[in-house]
């Protein structure tokens, strides 16, 4: 579609609310344009030759006129779009801006120095051996750890970055085998297979996002730790298996990282930590780049809470299955997120940005392609 019938479709749904003038129409129709071809018109779950503004007139549409007009301003003030440039800066940034400095405080305590002699602390082989004795990886395909292991060309080395957690048996050998081999080459060390100094000693686990936590922690009904953390404990911390033999663990220090993490998600993780430690004795860190705190949550004195509370906007038959088990007019855990990331929209948004676009009742603004469909 042209963009000046494009913009015309859009001018003539905005000037048709009420106490819309001229002016603030085009006000609107200005910002609109701009956030477009800025940000909006990049998100990837767009079908074929629809864009941004087109499907704003459309989602628009659907509103009765007394909810438009707050609808629109809820995109135009609320919303907060996360591009994929901007995933791919925290990335890039994580072990520069944050993780190094983790090795370092390890390292200035072995040292017994203070940790602001940096120079001192990088350039001594006990720094160097323990960033080499680091394991990197991924909690989903979400981590960018394509954009991580190339940012850090130099510093860090292919084979203590992966993909996934989910590491199998032979894979385990071969990175021990690596890290012994390295460590010997480079530091004339002389290592055995057995040794604490031939296994790693951190590990860094890395995800882009989270809005509730419980993918990663959570106490189940019956009193059971579930989620990808606690898996990772019982093959670490629990009868012996091959995946232990690669990791020091009377000296292991686990980290999880999450690019952007929403305070709910953070109190949610943290709160299972001493469960874990009951269990194993230990515990991990949470790091987190960017926290998105409550603020960021739409309330109950916002009028845009009502909107969203309304079962005309909300296709129940189609949002609700055995996964989310309840009621999600305000996201999947109540999180009431306005958020927005480009490669797909959150389910912890409110389902009236991201509403499937083959629903009959409504589709969002941002439609969202589910992990689970019935088909």
Not at 202 to 226: E, M, R, V, W
């Amino acid at each position: 579609m042209r963009d000046d019938v494009v913009k015309a479709l859009l001018e003539k749904v905005i000037s048709s609310i009420n106490y819309v003038d001229e002016d603030m129409t085009q006000s609107y129709i200005k910002y609109f344009q701009a956030i477009a071809r800025y940000k909006y018109d990049n998100y990837q779950q767009y079908s074929a030759g629809l864009r941004f503004i087109e499907t704003l007139a459309i989602w628009l549409e659907q509103f009765d006129s007394v909810d438009k007009k707050i609808a629109l301003d809820f995109i135009m003030k609320r919303v907060v779009y996360i591009s994929s440039s901007e995933i791919n800066l925290i990335a890039e940034s994580c072990f520069i801006d944050k993780l190094q400095y983790i090795l370092i405080k390890i390292t200035a305590t072995q040292l017994d120095i203070p940790e602001y002699k940096l120079k001192y602390i990088e350039k001594s082989d006990e720094y160097k051996i323990l960033k080499r004795q680091s394991l990197f990886c991924g909690l989903s395909d979400g981590a960018r750890l394509d954009m991580f292991r190339r940012a850090n060309t130099g510093i860090l080395t292919h084979e203590q970055i992966y993909l996934t957690y989910e590491l199998s048996e032979q894979r385990i050998s071969k990175m021990k085998d690596e890290l012994i081999e390295d460590l010997n080459i480079r530091f004339d060390l002389k290592l055995e297979p057995d040794s604490s100094e031939a296994k790693f000693k951190t590990l860094f686990l890395i995800d882009d996002f989270s809005a509730s936590g419980t993918s990663y922690l959570k106490l189940s009904s019956s009193g059971q730790l579930k989620g990808k953390i606690a898996g990772l404990y019982e093959d670490l911390f629990g009868e012996k298996t091959k995946i232990q033999s690669a990791f020091d663990k009377d000296n292991l220090k686990i980290y999880i990282i999450l690019y952007i993490c929403s305070t709910q998600a953070k109190e949610t993780i943290e709160s299972n930590f001493e469960k874990l430690f009951q269990l194993y004795g230990h515990k991990p860190d949470l790091i987190i780049m960017h926290e998105l705190d409550d603020k960021y949550k739409i309330n109950a004195d916002e009028d845009i809470f009502n909107i969203c509370k309304k079962d005309k906007y909300y296709d129940r038959e189609l949002i609700e299955d055995k996964h989310t088990k309840t009621n999600i007019q305000l996201g999947f855990s109540e999180c009431a997120l306005p958020l927005i990331l480009e490669h797909n929209t959150p389910n912890n948004s409110v389902p009236l940005l991201w509403t499937y676009d083959y629903s009959e009742i409504f589709t969002g603004l941002f439609p969202r392609i589910p992990r689970h469909r019935v088909l």
